[in-house]
């Protein structure tokens, strides 16, 4: 028996009101488990939906917050390969902001020792989002992808990727400052989100307009993306940042065909195979060994600071934030 420390709530509510820090024990790993520590964790938006009670699935309470990060396994019980021990897997999904836990080694998402331990901890929910949202969408090399929230940690994967397979970008912004560092990563165009910029799409494409408007932000955001599409483009919803509602566009879906649907990564996860899962997860491992796509990283914070990290997750930033465990 070990005790962890563990970020844990025991009801629903904002993050500052409802989470603490607490002991935990995490008995030996039974037959065909292994025992997990924390190399680091993500703090993400859906975190914030579960932690409130928002988010499309529920774990019972009381639970431990955190859905994603990467961890090193430390032990294994009997019938368990002892070679594992060593390895960086996926932190498992019951809750990641915690220094330890166990898993079925059947279940373990093994990651290359070549993946920096930055990005293996962010490899599971954003850059699998990015590229479903761009390979799913039945683009053809040269299409323009036009997006808002492109400082987000999918935006930022979105540019990337776009290059990546020969795709078009622009991303719109809420912050002038946010411009040059999206540009230094690959970014073709940013501009700021207003209604100046929907005058200047056919300009910028040549009048090929945008097939894909990628949205996560809502409200006057994304009506203004769907102006932006050509005829026959579709709008994917895959976040909701500004908790605005879409107005319903008819005058575009009647005159322009333009289609509007949403994605939910865990779906994806839930309704495809393992076998698929590990394809995708394998072309992301190798774009993020050989550099092609990269993360910022705003800070790294231990788990006794989690309030803190918190704060600064819930600020306008270009980058990501960490939590790791605390120093001994």
């Known amino acids: 028996m070990s005790i962890a420390q563990a970020v844990r709530y025991h009801t629903h509510g904002k993050p500052q009101d409802v989470l603490h820090l607490e002991d935990i024990e995490v008995p030996s790993p039974a037959a065909g488990e292994v025992q997990i520590r924390l190399v680091a964790a993500t703090i993400n938006p859906s975190d914030f939906g579960m932690i409130g009670g928002t988010y499309g699935r529920l774990p019972s309470l009381p639970a431990t917050a955190g859905r994603e990060g990467v961890g090193e396994i430390i032990e294994v019980g009997s019938g368990v390969d002892t070679a594992l021990v060593g390895k960086r897997v996926r932190f498992p999904e019951t809750g990641a902001w915690t220094t330890l836990a166990n898993e079925k080694a059947a279940d373990l998402w093994i990651i290359p020792d070549e993946v920096p331990a930055d990005l293996a901890a962010m490899a599971f929910v954003n850059p ?56 230094a990563l690959g970014a073709q165009h940013v501009f700021l989100d207003d209604n100046d910029y929907v005058k200047k799409i056919d300009e910028i494409t040549g009048g090929k307009r945008p097939m894909l408007a990628l949205n996560m932000v809502g409200g006057e955001s994304a009506i203004r993306l769907i102006k932006s599409l050509a005829d026959g483009g579709r709008l994917v919803t895959f976040g909701g940042a500004s908790a605005d509602a879409v107005r319903f566009p ?59 990290a918190i704060e600064k997750a819930g600020q306008p930033r270009c980058g990501k934030i960490l939590l790791v465990p605390d120093a001994k």
Do not use: C
């Open 250 to 308: 008819t005058r575009f879906f009647i005159f322009n065909d333009v289609i509007l649907k949403g994605f939910w990564m865990d779906r994806w996860y839930r309704t495809n195979s393992r076998e698929r899962i590990n394809i995708m997860l394998s072309k992301i491992y190798a774009l993020m060994q050989d550099g092609t796509i990269k993360a910022i990283v705003e800070g790294r914070y231990p788990l006794s600071q989690f309030q803190t």
């Open 128 to 183: 699998p989002t990015a590229w479903r949202l761009l390979r799913d969408s039945y683009l053809q090399r040269g299409d323009w992808v036009i997006q808002n929230a492109g400082n987000s940690a999918v935006g930022i994967f979105v540019i990337q990727m776009a290059k990546h397979l020969g795709l078009n970008t622009i991303s719109i912004v809420r912050r002038q400052e946010v411009i040059e560092p999206l540009k």
